[in-house]
């Protein structure tokens, strides 16, 4: 019985303001898996990938998604690298829709940039060729793990959220 909807894609796509809306919509609680780690560990993301790397900051993610996917009238946001490990998606899958926002890569850096401090996968130099590379490795993955696929990159929240809402009618439905 799938009462929860989890939403991935890349950074900037929108999932956590999408995430709050359609939480709204749907009168469900709202959870974003990076915030729950973040009070879990008492840091921040950024300060978790200082100080003990990225291998601790998933294994983290690992932890607090099984908790989570195991809830009920749920929306989920996720954090970008949630499909790194494919157990996540595995676990989300059992009561979660799983829908998939996309944007182009320059929709993407426009959203992102004004904040790329607090993205640690994005410190190098040259910040796009780092989402150009990462989206290269990881739209496959999305696109795996997809249900429903909504590209935000030219309507804005409400609409996004209206189009999700519209095609989980047409699909499955939710419990
Ligand atoms: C990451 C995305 C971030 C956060 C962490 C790693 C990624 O979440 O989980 O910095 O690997 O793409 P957002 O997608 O919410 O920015």
């Known amino acids: 019985m799938k009462t929860n909807i989890a939403l991935i894609g890349f950074m900037g796509v929108g999932k956590t303001a999408v995430g709050k809306v359609l939480a709204k919509e749907l009168d469900r609680m709202f959870i974003e898996l990076d915030a729950l780690i973040e009070q879990r560990a008492g840091k921040t993301i950024r300060e978790i990938f200082v100080h003990h790397g990225e291998m601790a900051f998933r294994e983290l ?3 607090v998604t099984k908790e989570v996917s195991e809830g009920k ?3 989920i946001a996720c954090g970008g690298g949630i499909v790194l490990n494919q157990v996540n998606i595995d676990r989300l899958r059992q009561k979660s829709i799983i829908v998939y926002l996309t ?6 850096l426009k959203r992102i940039l004004p904040d790329g401090r607090q993205r640690p996968l994005l410190q190098g ?3 796009s060729l780092a989402v150009q590379e990462l989206l290269r490795f990881r739209r496959p993955l999305y696109e795996r793990a997809a249900d429903i696929t909504v590209n935000t990159s030219k309507i804005d929240v ?18």
């Open 125 to 127: 130099a040259n910040p």
């Open 158 to 175: 409400g609409a996004v959220v209206k189009r999700i809402v519209e095609k989980i009618k047409e699909d499955e439905g939710l419990n």
């Open 103 to 108: 944007a182009s890569p320059a929709v993407i």
């Open 61 to 63: 993610e690992i932890e």
């Open 73 to 75: 009238n749920v929306v």
